[in-house]
């Protein structure tokens, strides 16, 4: 084929074309092929009309396309005597302005008849007409007759309630309601609600409808029914009424919740209970119950009681773990497999659970598979019991240790195949993470384990010679010591040759087989590989793509003809195309898939499937925290602009200075001096920024940030008012690395704070700063992000090191030059298995900010490093901690305000610093019984500001750092809101503080979000 040529729609939609027909160049194309690409481009639902001929000239074939593309929607309207009830509730899943072709207009169709269907008309049928030309979808209904209720009925005794209470419950209008499976639950759920009020448990309800429209109503509300428990489970440790320790026994027994009522759930209930006491170290409960008749006759009772008896036994503490008939294991080894955890009273104690006890069993299995004795067998687990404590005694039984001679795999040697990459897959066999240590030749490859146990010996993969096995390569692991057999580790073999075959491409990758025979020295394990094809792209046809283009679209899929079928990278195509953010669902799968197949489809033969979300969103919040103040926040983004996934963002963020609401400053203090950050901002962002200039030096994925704002800052005694623009590019490198270079501008002012009686003049003297600063400063940003939550995390850490420069060759001011590097890390560690004893928690911070022009001693005041307050140092108020300066106070005339001795009184300041050094460790930890919702904490924060770092201005040069001890408790509602209070180590432990520190302690609570410290 020489070339394709597409008539009757513009640039756009022959990219969507191009990717739909999967035809390559170069290749030739029979009819066949032809009429199959051209199904493809019809699948996408995006051209009322797609033809296609094949022509022959001189120099190859020409496929010709004459496309025509369906019309932008102009409107939809329902027609008919659709009721007006239901006229704006219509589940619309199109809009105008969209293209809707042919299948998304019947999906829309079917839409509309079922929802009609399920809302009381059981007959309604929808027809869809198109009006041309002003491309408008009529969908015409014909309801049909109602399925309505006629009348209501009752069967049963209803006693003590009348039959027109129970019918008058329903909440049915006999003529007026429909009958619908929404009403007939709840219904159902009216009457069940009333008889569990009632404590009625053991009521029975029933609902039916005959074909005349009658509604007959089954009662049984049986007797009043109480729940209580006996024995030792309710002893001294009864809580909340009829508690089971800090769980509520109608919690355990599934009456109150239950759509209705069986006897099964009576024993489910003692089933509960057992397994509650069990996970809390009461091995040996026992539980069951009985049913007691209060009032009336044991045939029809009136009110009966369900008792629950429970005899709880001794809750069991363990306190070792032996290991019996122990012969070939190292002691080392069987201590360490037999070591409880950390046992942390009385947040976490060592009960006898039975998750305690299979771990403890499976820790001792693993540790003997790990060297080699693939047949060792626990009897069964025996408690020596001493009062509360316990030992757990788990006798071995070895069997005989087996070691691995070599590993052989045979790769059929096929077009498409590395088998190198599968023979790398053999040091799995001995190593979790195996390294390679050197590749001798092209036929040897030297590996070395990172296990413990075999940490001085070499993995050796070679390829062997095998003129026996034609069209077969055969690889060969050895080791220059002894390997234990481990089946486990085989599965992880397995598991990366399976990976890989599957990133070639492999479709249905079939067992591999795997034979054991015995060697001169050990085991001799035989991997064989079979033949199989490998699934390549055919070609992508996509759907639902309206106002996206198709540069964006595809770019971002990246998925280009007789690729392989990777999973991996099929999934990293339907996110790439998620992250565009034009889209609330995208789904990418074969279309072999599709319910209907009217073309000869292939694995390869993929369709993307889109819907593309409203180009507007608006969002609206509160926040509030002790150093910026309260505020509310109003946003609204202009999603997918051009069709190519940028955003436009619109932001206003307006505190105290804005609101001045005094019910909302007294409800949300911030000490001594009101704050406040009110902003306006405009961002835009463009997630693939590569001008054409530029294409062959960007990366694919660049995105380009960019934003203009303007924020008012309310500080202690001063207003900080800042101008900025910013803009910069931002690469993702592999999954856990950001990194972002550009451009901030910024023209700074600061004045006294409105109702401040200071002067401006004496505000620059104290802090050294001129009235007006202009930053201009290039910036490089690197983030590396290994958390498993950034909104709560549990393990992994977080990097941030920022650079910036602002010299006055790029505009900054003569007296505002300066250098800075700003460097934050978090390391987080869980305790436990899923952090069940908790989070450990240490942040570091480390800033330098250097005055570069020789006009200057001093940063502005805008630039400088402050700490203190939530999300720095708890131990001390807002920007509090460092150096501060005095500033006269003045009255409401002007005049110096004198204290009785006649000498000026002083507020004071907090300059901030040229250095910064900040160290916060923290131990987060559930609170027994509420963990789920309330966690504590204990946390210990360290840190100071530098005024200066040279020898000017600042005695001492280095102050001592500050540090304060404190507690909080932890909320996860969403995002994590946290309260917290700390106090300085000298206050606690009665050391002389100086003025400063006394005055700017921690004087109230601090509130927070987030675990950003």
């Known amino acids: 084929m020489l070339r394709i040529e597409i008539e009757g729609c513009g640039a756009d939609d022959q990219r969507y074309v191009r990717s ?297 503490v363990l306190k070792s773990v032996r290991a019996t008939k122990v012969q070939e294991l190292e002691t080392e080894a069987v201590r360490e497999a037999t070591a409880l955890p950390p046992s942390l009273p009385p947040l976490q104690t060592n009960y006898a659970t039975p998750s305690l006890l299979g771990s403890m069993e499976d820790r001792l299995l693993h540790a003997y598979r790990s060297r080699g004795y693939t047949d060792v067998r626990i009897g069964r687990p025996v408690l020596e019991r001493d009062g509360k404590d316990a030992t757990l005694v788990l006798e071995v039984r070895e069997g005989t240790r087996r070691t691995l001679e070599a590993v052989i795999l045979d790769v059929p040697d096929l077009p498409g195949w590395n088998p190198w990459e599968l023979a790398d897959q053999l040091p799995l066999a001995a190593a979790d993470r195996p390294f390679l240590e050197s590749i001798q030749g092209g036929r040897l490859r030297v590996y070395r384990s990172d296990r413990p146990e075999l940490a001085s010996q070499l993995l050796t993969v070679q390829e062997l010679e095998t003129p026996s096995k034609p069209g077969i390569r055969t690889f060969r692991l050895t080791s220059d010591g002894v390997l234990p057999l481990v089946r486990g580790d085989f599965a992880s073999v397995l598991a990366g040759v399976r990976q890989r075959l599957t990133s070639w491409g492999a479709l249905r990758p079939p067992s591999e087989t795997l034979r054991v025979e015995e060697g001169q020295s050990g085991a001799i394990v035989h991997i064989g590989i079979p033949v199989q094809p490998l699934g390549r792209v055919a070609r992508l046809m996509v759907q639902g793509a309206d106002a996206s283009r198709a540069r964006a679209v595809l770019r971002s899929a990246q998925l280009q003809p007789d690729e392989p079928l990777d999973p991996a990278r099929l999934a990293q195509a339907q996110a790439r195309v998620g992250n565009l953010g034009a889209f609330d669902r995208v789904d990418l799968f074969s279309a072999l898939e599709l319910e209907e197949t009217p073309g000869n489809w292939q694995e390869g033969d993929l369709v993307l499937s889109l819907r593309e979300r409203s180009p507007w969103v608006f969002s609206s919040g509160f926040g509030y925290d002790k150093s910026q103040g309260y505020h509310l926040g109003f946003g609204a983004q202009r999603l997918n602009l051009g069709g190519m996934g940028r955003t436009l963002d619109f932001g206003f963020r307006a505190g105290d200075a804005t609101i001045r609401n005094p019910t909302l400053r007294r409800w949300f203090p911030t000490g001594t001096y009101t704050r406040s950050v009110d902003m306006y901002s405009v961002g835009y962002s463009d997630p693939f920024f590569a001008p054409d200039v530029l294409s062959g030096l960007l990366p694919d994925q660049t995105q380009l940030l960019g934003e203009a704002a303007y924020i008012e800052e309310r500080r202690s005694l001063y207003l900080l008012r800042r101008r900025r623009l910013m803009g910069g590019l931002e690469w993702q490198m592999g999954d856990h690395w950001h990194i972002q270079a550009g451009y901030r501008f910024e023209r700074s002012e600061v004045a006294a704070a409105p109702g401040v009686n200071i002067r401006d003049e004496d505000l620059a003297v104290v802090a050294r700063i001129p009235g007006r600063a202009v930053i201009s400063a290039p910036y490089l940003q690197v983030t590396r992000d290994l958390r498993d939550n950034p909104l709560d995390p549990t393990a992994g850490s977080f990097g941030v090191l920022r650079l910036e420069f602002a010299n006055q060759a790029f505009g900054t001011s003569s007296n505002s030059s300066f250098v800075k590097v700003d460097a934050r890390q978090q390391w987080h560690w869980p305790l436990g298995r899923r952090a069940n004893f908790g989070v450990v928690s240490l942040a570091l911070r480390a800033g330098v900010a250097r005055p570069t022009a020789s006009t200057s001693e001093e940063l502005p005041l805008a630039e400088r490093f402050f700490a203190g307050g939530p999300g720095s140092h708890r131990g001390v108020e807002p920007d509090a901690l460092g150096p501060r300066g005095a500033i006269p106070r003045l009255d409401d005339a002007g005049q110096p305000v004198l204290d009785d001795q006649g000498n000026p009184l002083f507020q004071y300041l907090p300059l901030g610093g040229q250095g910064l050094a900040l160290a916060s460790l923290e131990y987060r930890f559930p609170i027994p019984f509420l963990g789920s919702v309330v966690w504590g904490e204990v946390f210990v924060d360290s840190g100071q500001v530098y005024q200066n770092l040279s020898d000017v201005g600042q005695r001492p040069r280095w102050p001592p750092l500050r540090t304060a001890l404190g507690l909080g408790l932890i909320f996860k509602i969403g995002l994590p809101l946290k309260v917290e209070y700390a106090a300085d180590v000298k206050r606690i432990l009665g050391r002389p503080r100086t003025p400063a520190e006394r005055d700017t302690q921690l004087k109230s609570v601090l509130i927070s979000a987030g675990f950003q410290f």
Do not use: N
């Open 20 to 316: 739909a027909l999967g035809l390559t160049l170069g290749r030739s194309v029979d009819e066949a092929t032809l009429a199959h690409a051209l199904e493809a481009v019809r699948l996408t639902d995006r051209y009322r009309r797609v033809e296609g001929q094949r022509h022959r000239e001189a120099a190859g074939d020409v496929v010709r396309l004459a496309v025509e593309p369906w019309p932008v929607v102009r409107g939809m309207e329902l027609r008919g005597d659709l009721p007006s009830r239901l006229k704006d509730r219509a589940p619309w899943s199109i809009r105008k302005g969209q293209r809707i072709g042919a299948r998304r207009c019947e999906a829309q169709r079917v839409a509309l008849e079922s929802w009609l269907r399920t809302s009381g008309y059981p007959k309604a049928v929808v027809k869809v007409e198109r009006l041309e030309p002003d491309a408008r979808l009529i969908f015409q209904v014909a309801v049909g007759p109602p399925d309505a209720i006629q009348r209501l009925r009752l069967e049963g005794v209803p006693a003590p309630y009348r039959a027109d209470e129970l019918l008058e419950g329903l909440r049915l209008k006999p003529g007026a309601d429909l009958w619908t499976e929404t009403t007939r639950r709840e219904a159902l759920a009216r009457v069940r609600k009333r008889f569990v009020r009632d404590r009625r448990l053991f009521g029975t309800v029933e609902l039916d409808r005959s074909p005349e429209g009658t509604v007959t109503l089954k009662v049984a509300p049986g007797p009043v029914v109480r729940l209580a428990g006996e024995g030792s489970g309710f002893g001294a440790h009864r809580i909340l009424g009829r508690g089971l320790g800090w769980t509520r026994l109608k919690d355990l027994v599934p009456l109150v919740r239950a759509e209705r009522f069986s006897p099964e759930l009576l024993d489910e209930g003692a089933r509960r209970i057992t397994r509650t006491l069990r996970d809390r170290g009461y091995l040996d409960v026992a539980v069951d119950h009985r049913t007691e008749v209060l009032k009336g006759p044991a045939s029809a009772p009136q009110e009966v009681r369900v008792v629950y008896r429970i005899q709880r036994g001794p809750r069991l």
